[in-house]
T-cell receptor, first 108, second 111 residues
Framework: DAKTTQPNSMESNEEEPVHLPCNHS???????IHWYRQLPSQGPEYVIHGLTSNVNNRMASLAIAEDRKSSTLILHRATLRDAAVYYCILSYDYKLSFGAGTTVTVRA | EAGVAQSPRYKIIEKRQSVAFWCNPI?????LYWYQQILGQGPKLLIQ????????DSQLPKDRFSAERLKGVDSTLKIQPAKLEDSAVYLC?????????FGPGTRLLVL
């Protein structure tokens, strides 16, 4: 499985942007980059995914490096409800291989 | 749209007992997944179904775990006999494309 590397934790202030980095230097040409998040005591929740181009949706933006070896999830204005574990995953054959993720704490 | 349903939400059993979990995926989703999530770790895929056929069960401990998806809709995951290390949250997910939708999970404690 292609692996991803994320920081263990990040802190942010409410209403400020959050930039979550992810390194995936062994990514293959057909791997999609997915981001899921898991709020306390809930199942993971889809955030965003992309292949080569940057992507935006109502939850977040995904910036993908030109060589695809890294990406950044951007939460434009963090709220207390965004406190969660964020997983960066390379998807192949519709399978997700979760790592430990980044625990995001949002300060009021 | 109704989400993925799982039951029970919590289960406490003693080691060597058996337990079963149930999952009802989102209507129309052909692919169904079972994951195990141990405290402090990310979910680990146990088994993937496409309709009622198994696509991948390479990480399912088949000596004690079994799963079925009759008629390509609901699914059950069984553990028999349970061990202490099976204490975890068991998550079910379904999809019809790249995106997976997860249920709330069943929290299992084996004493």
């Amino acid at each position: 499985d292609a692996k991803t590397t994320q920081p263990n934790s990040m802190e942010s202030n409410e209403e400020e942007p959050v930039h979550l980095p992810c390194n995936h230097s062994t990514i293959s040409g057909t791997d999609y980059i997915h981001w899921y998040r898991q709020l306390p005591s809930q199942g993971p929740e889809y955030v965003i995914h992309g292949l080569t181009s940057n992507v935006n949706n109502r939850m977040a933006s995904l910036a993908i490096a030109e060589d695809r070896k890294s990406s950044t999830l951007i939460l434009h204005r963090a709220t207390l409800r965004d406190a969660a574990v964020y997983y960066c995953i390379l998807s192949y054959d519709y399978k997700l291989s979760f790592g430990a993720g980044t625990t995001v704490t949002v300060r009021a | 749209e109704a989400g993925v349903a799982q039951s029970p939400r919590y289960k406490i059993i003693e080691k060597r007992q058996s337990v079963a979990f149930w999952c009802n995926p989102i209507s129309g989703h052909a692919t169904l997944y079972w994951y195990q999530q141990i405290l402090g770790q990310g979910p680990k895929l146990l088994i993937q179904f496409q309709n009622n056929g198994v696509v991948d069960d390479s990480q399912l401990p088949k000596d004690r775990f079994s799963a079925e998806r009759l008629k390509g809709v609901d699914s059950t995951l069984k553990i028999q006999p349970a061990k202490l290390e099976d204490s975890a949250v068991y998550l079910c997910a379904s999809s019809f494309s790249e995106t997976q939708y997860f249920g709330p999970g069943t929290r299992l404690l084996v004493l």
